[in-house]
Nanobody
Framework: QVQLVESGGGSVQAGGSLRLSCAAS????????MGWYRQAPGKQRELAAT???????TYGGPVKGRFTISRDYGKSTVHLQMSSLKPEDTGVYYC???????????????WGQGTHVTVSS
């Protein structure tokens, strides 16, 4: 069974940095894009960043210039380096990936359980 396992969340003061990681585990055929979405308390889930299989990145407006997404293709892992953090970055960060579980299947989205990030002023 495919799982996305996140790590690296926590609490930090404004202006600080955190690095999130997400690893795909289990048996699967291939991975397409990977990325991160976030959900602040009382708000809808929004895009943080994504990275495609060929390395093309996309960032949500509020995080551009402060967050950097990267990928370790050999380890099926995606990272999100978050810098210059602001209190409004507080929320639950969810890893997502388009995964093809076997050769006969099509890509479908998988989600991690989420990791909490708290930025205090």
């Amino acid at each position: 069974q495919v799982q996305l396992v996140e790590s690296g969340g926590g609490s930090v003061q404004a202006g600080g940095s955190l690095r999130l990681s997400c690893a795909a585990s289990g048996s699967f055929f291939s991975i397409d894009a990977m990325g991160w979405y976030r959900q602040a308390p009382g708000k809808q889930r929004e895009l943080a960043a994504t990275i495609t299989s060929d390395g093309t990145t996309t960032y949500g407006g509020p995080v551009k210039g402060r967050f950097t997404i990267s990928r370790d293709y050999g380890k099926s892992t995606v990272h999100l380096q978050m810098s210059s953090l602001k209190p409004e970055d507080t929320g639950v960060y969810y890893c997502t990936a388009g995964i093809r579980p076997n050769r006969a299947a099509v890509f479908r989205p998988y989600w991690g359980q989420g990791t909490h990030v708290t930025v205090s002023s």
